[in-house]
């Protein structure tokens, strides 16, 4: 039996975020319902009410974490809650609620515990109320109060200190009258007594997406017929149990190849997302940056535009400051040469005026008035005229400045800006085609698991018609056999009583004193002595006739018979067995007729016949699978191919053989696991007879058949016969 005692702890990582309706949890069925001291073979009444083979403890250390436990109230009795199946009582309550407190103490897994079936003496709610107040006061501490009912995850779980979930079938009210009760578990059962009917009804059922609020227990057990239990036709609910569990293991092992191809896949895509999101989110980063460059880019060239305006702003002030400038210069001339002609009006006047008094005064003075004032006037021009200049040169100069500067700093804004969009838009590209990626990769996977169910449901068809076939072939075989059998008994209880018979004809001839010719004696013989010749093992016939004396004659008759077979004696001390040791020397074979995987690693095999010997010791990595077979052939076989673990073949051994064989299974440790002993028996038959011929009448004497049976062993007794006489 595997062990996995902590196997929700080690899947802790996978299946943490799940709810318990998402998840496929192994359980049992009236799981109180076992009996240490039950043997399936017995006639008992008991056989059709324990439907497990291991106890409390024992379910846990095998995995089962889902348990249906069915209480009866027998309030006379010392102890008053007990383990029910209808109305037997098998198991005390608080011991079983004990074990399992013990064990989720220890190993800090998950149970779920489904009161269902209330079977003895829950008719009121007083009673129910003193069951669940026992239950609390039992197992209370580990009790989990769930405040979402069944959507709880496995991590809030385990994120408290309880570990039990309680399941309250059977009254409703209780639920809220006890917080920690659950609504019950939903059963589904297939009520047929079949295997494939119930395979497919599993396939059926779970293949549908369940939609109910609680999770859903499906029951993997085969319902027996009324009249199937009157006539034992079903051997028990063990048996039927025994050939239900193969479709079960099948069933968890495709989940679980199911789960674990579903988890390895989850685990790649789950890398892959998280390369991707590591590149996205550098991606995301790189792209944070590059709008924080971009934000601060058009901060700055908001703040070269402002300044632009600013200077815009300035240059139309210059601007028009120049303009004043220049209207004040034309201002300015204007008024020059308004001043210019009022100075030469004035000047004419004057000339004309003082005409004669210049005429008067000397012409020199004249001439130097005139330059004096022509040199006044020319100053005046001189200056007004730089000083505009001067202004308009340091207007420009200062505007053709800036608006250089200006246009560089924008020129530079752009070619970063158009930079940074171009980076965003590679890797926008980048993401959309890693997304397509990973599209395409998922449409793969998705192809690839429906090829592969298709494929399974195909080798799995071919393997059931094959295995149908085989069965009607064996079944054939087995009915000629027995119809032959049946003939060859048949055939020799025939020919001993012609034998007879014809014995009994030549008496009454002797006695009515007639004599048959030598012919028809002769044919007698001849015909007793081919039907002895007939039989399925070697005979021998051994006539004798006395010389004749006084019309007597002697007549003596015997007959032997030999078969020779195999007495085959197995033991075996656990799920490994020795099915078959050739009587030959070809092969060994072990079988695995437990339910789960055994390593054979190191595991010696040692055959002894006589003084001989043979000893093959396995390689440490064999392992048989459940209800699988492994094969050790001799060195000499032809048409063998050593294909482990399944077809071994020796290299340069092969086994002893003998009359009688003993074939042994060590394991590692060097203790026995499993024996047996092939013993060569013959049995023989022997039979006589004696008859007396007179003159006058003809007496049948005495017949004599003696049977010896010898078996060549260390214990048998070759000498040992047992006879029967007919007078």
């Not at 497990?52 to 309030?75: H, K, N, T, W």
């Not at 482990?644 to 026995?672: H, S």
Request: hydrophobic share 35%; net charge negative.
């Amino acid at each position: 039996m595997r062990v996995y005692p902590k196997w929700m702890r080690n899947m802790k990582s996978s299946i943490g975020d799940l709810k318990f309706r998402e998840l496929f949890i192994p359980g049992s069925h009236n799981s109180g319902a076992y009996k240490n001291d039950f043997d399936p073979t017995k006639p008992d009444e008991f056989k059709y009410v324990l439907c497990q083979d291991e106890d409390i403890r024992g379910q846990l250390m095998a995995g089962v974490r889902y348990f249906d436990i069915r209480p009866g109230y027998y309030p006379i009795d010392t102890i008053k809650f007990w383990i029910n199946h209808s109305v037997y009582k098998l198991q005390r309550m608080d011991l079983v609620l004990k074990e399992i407190y013990n064990f989720v103490k220890e190993t800090n897994e998950i149970v779920i515990i489904d009161f269902h079936y209330f079977e003895i003496g829950f008719t009121s709610f007083e009673i129910h109320k003193e069951f669940v107040e026992f239950v609390n006061a039992t197992i209370g501490d580990q009790v989990v109060i769930s405040p979402s009912g069944w959507d709880v995850t496995l991590n809030e779980i385990w994120n408290k200190s309880e570990r039990i979930i309680i399941g309250y079938n059977e009254d409703p009210v209780m639920t809220k009258f006890y917080p920690f009760l659950l609504p019950g578990i939903k059963q589904r059962w297939a009520n047929v007594d079949k295997v494939e009917n119930l395979r497919n009804y599993l396939y059926s059922v779970n293949n549908d997406p369940i939609t109910s609020l609680t999770p859903v227990s499906d029951m993997a057990q085969l319902t027996p017929q009324l009249i199937g239990i009157i006539f034992d036709i079903y051997k028990g609910l063990r048996t039927m149990a025994d050939h239900t569990n193969p479709l079960v293991s099948d069933c968890l092992d495709k989940k679980t190849k199911e789960f674990v191809t579903a988890d390895n896949n989850a685990r790649m895509y789950e890398q892959r997302s998280m390369e991707l999101s590591g590149k996205y989110n550098t991606a995301c980063s790189e792209r944070k940056k590059a709008q924080d460059d971009c934000k601060e880019l058009e901060k700055e060239n908001d703040k070269l535009k402002k300044q632009i305006a600013d200077l815009r702003k300035a240059l139309e002030q210059e601007t028009l400051a120049r303009v004043d400038l220049e209207n004040n210069i034309q201002s300015l001339r204007e008024e020059l040469t308004f001043k210019d002609q009022v100075f030469e009006q004035e000047l004419s006047e004057t000339r004309t005026r003082r005409q004669v008094e210049i005429s008067e005064i000397d012409g020199q003075l004249s001439q130097q008035y005139e330059a004096k004032l022509q040199q006044s006037l020319q100053e005046l021009r001189d200056q007004y005229e730089g000083q505009m200049r001067a202004n308009r040169n340091e207007i420009e100069n200062l505007y053709e400045g800036k608006l250089k500067a200006l246009q560089s700093l924008v020129a530079n804004n752009s070619k970063n800006a158009s930079t940074t969009a171009e980076e965003l838009r590679i890797t926008r590209s980048r993401v959309d085609s890693l997304n397509a990626r990973i599209g395409e990769l998922e449409s793969q996977n998705l192809a690839l698991q429906n090829r592969l169910e298709d494929e399974r449901r195909l080798h799995a068809n071919e393997k059931a018609s094959l295995e149908a076939e085989l069965a009607r072939w064996r079944e054939e075989m087995a009915a000629q056999l027995q119809e032959y059998q049946d003939l060859m008994d048949i055939k020799v209880s025939l020919d001993l009583e012609i034998a007879a018979y014809d014995k009994l004809l030549k008496g009454e001839e002797s006695r009515l004193n007639i004599t048959p010719s030598a012919g028809n004696q002769s044919q007698s013989f001849s015909q007793s002595l081919t039907r002895v010749r007939a039989t399925p093992v070697g005979s021998r016939l051994t006539p004798t006739r006395s010389g004749a004396k006084r019309k007597r004659t002697v007549l003596d008759e015997s007959e032997e018979r030999s078969i020779s077979d195999w007495s085959v004696t197995a033991s075996a001390k656990g799920d490994v067995e020795i099915s078959d040791a050739d009587s030959e020397g070809k092969y060994v074979k072990l079988h695995n007729k437990g339910q789960k995987e055994v390593n054979i690693g190191g595991w010696q095999v040692i055959r002894r016949a006589g003084d001989q010997e043979t000893n093959f010791k396995f390689h440490r990595s064999v392992k048989i699978d459940a209800g699988a077979t492994v094969t050790v052939w001799s060195a000499d076989t032809q048409g063998v191919t050593h294909e482990p673990p399944a077809t071994i073949l020796m290299n340069g051994k092969k086994w002893v053989v003998g009359d009688n064989i003993i074939t042994t299974l060590f394991n590692g440790d060097g203790e026995e696991v499993a024996a047996s002993e092939r013993v060569k028996r013959i049995i023989s038959t022997h039979a006589s007879r004696h008859r007396e011929l007179g003159g006058f009448d003809e007496e049948l004497y005495h017949q004599q058949v003696r049977y010896r049976s010898s078996l060549i062993d260390n214990g048998g007794d070759p000498q040992r016969a047992e006879k029967c006489r007919i007078m």
